[in-house]
């Protein structure tokens, strides 16, 4: 069955960096879009990343663009997200989805990201 798994999170001075993971199982991340999507506490989910199957193709929310970077080990299935210059703002829990469509159809349990002084 198809499953998600995410990793990596964790507490992080601000100016930090952080990578987090996603492995996948029952399915071949690079035939699928795949997403980064986190929530704040207190909000609601938000888009951060997309990388495109085969030709790699990634898109960014604009505040995270230069500071984030989707990318995937194919020999893994694992799809990953680096953080750099993390900002208090970007406290979230963290989880990787597959696209369907425009939304998403399965999700991991997701990781926790603290970037606290």
């Known amino acids: 069955q198809v499953q998600l798994v995410e990793s990596g999170g964790g507490l992080v001075q601000p100016g930090g960096s952080l990578r987090v993971s996603c492995a996948a199982s029952?399915?071949?991340?690079?035939?699928?879009?795949m997403s980064w999507v986190r929530q704040a506490p207190g909000k609601g989910l938000e888009w951060v990343s997309t990388?495109?199957?085969?030709?790699?193709?990634?898109v960014y929310v604009d505040s995270v663009k230069g500071r984030f970077t989707i990318s995937r080990d194919d020999a893994k299935n694992t799809l990953y997200l680096q953080m750099n210059s993390l900002k208090p703002e970007d406290t979230a829990l963290y989880y990787c989805?597959?696209?369907?469509?425009?939304?998403?159809?399965?999700w991991g349990q997701g990781t926790q990201v603290t970037v606290s002084s």
């Open positions: 990388m495109y199957p085969a030709d790699g193709n990634t």
């Open positions: 029952g399915f071949t991340l690079r035939n699928y879009y």
């Open positions: 989805a597959r696209v369907v469509g425009d939304s998403w159809d399965y």
